[in-house]
T-cell receptor, first 115, second 112 residues
Framework: AAGVIQSPRHLIKEKRETATLKCYPI?????VYWYQQGPGQDPQFLIS???????DKGSIPDRFSAQQFSDYHSELNMSSLELGDSALYFC??????????????FGAGSRLTVL | GENVEQHPSTLSVQEGDSAVIKCTYSDSASNYFPWYKQELGKRPQLIIDIRSNVGEKKDQRIAVTLNKTAKHFSLHITETQPEDSAVYFCAASWHSGYALNFGKGTSLLVTP
């Protein structure tokens, strides 16, 4: 079965540079979520999109932005990178089913290292 | 927003023993409570979940219980095996399509 695809898997950037992460959700899933996970930390919710519109916002820094495109893939853009942005970035997708269970399936993650 | 607290942060058990991890949540509107297992450097993987209209759910060696009145839920793993060693996260969500709020995680070590 198709899973959530993230690219790149690894990314190394210098401080103050820009990075873009991509996410391809499971086919027919209509909601995409971005999470940031620092070493030894729990996943922190950044932002989500439902049917290409921002649906929920968490602790996403102003330096970060994201969008979902017509083919449902999503991109997370990070500018003015700081050392503290080094983390695993997970994308997850789900299919909204009324008020039912919110089953998120995670991608393999993109590891960003800022030097 | 929703605040999920998880205990203990680390848990060490001997193979064959049971392990219990507990979580509490703050938002009484939350109605979906999944548990994820994460191995080092890998993605969180859903192992079991429960909705607010159910008090208990079991899947082989794994069970989850929910007490809505007290706003807490627990993960029970019986007959633990070394391959159960991982970090376990509880989470809560109040509506389909909204983000999961995770607990801080429990690092479970099962020793042979």
């Amino acid at each position: 079965a198709a899973g959530v695809i993230q690219s790149p898997r690894h990314l190394i950037k210098e401080k103050r540079e820009t990075a873009t992460l991509k996410c391809y959700p499971i086919p027919r899933h209509d909601t995409v979520y971005w999470y940031q996970q620092g070493p030894g930390q729990d996943p922190q919710f950044l932002i989500s999109f439902y049917e290409k519109m921002q649906s929920d916002k968490g602790s996403i820094p102003d330096r970060f932005s994201a969008q979902q495109f017509s083919d449902y893939h999503s991109e997370l853009n990070m500018s003015s990178l700081e050392l503290g942005d080094s983390a695993l970035y997970f994308c997850a997708s789900s299919l909204v089913v009324g008020s039912g269970a919110n089953v998120l399936t995670f991608g393999a993650g993109s590891r960003l290292t800022v030097l | 927003g929703e605040n999920v607290e998880q205990h203990p942060s680390t848990l060490s058990v001997q193979e064959g023993d049971s392990a219990v991890i507990k979580c509490t949540y703050s938002d009484s509107a939350s109605n979906y409570f999944p548990w994820y297992k994460q191995e080092l450097g890998k993605r969180p993987q859903l192992i079991i979940d429960i909705r607010s209209n159910v008090g208990e759910k079991k899947d082989q060696r794994i069970a989850v219980t929910l007490n809505k009145t007290a706003k807490h839920f627990s993960l029970h793993i019986t007959e633990t095996q070394p391959e159960d060693s991982a970090v376990y996260f509880c989470a809560a969500s109040w509506h389909s399509g909204y983000a999961l709020n995770f607990g801080k995680g429990t690092s479970l070590l099962v020793t042979p």
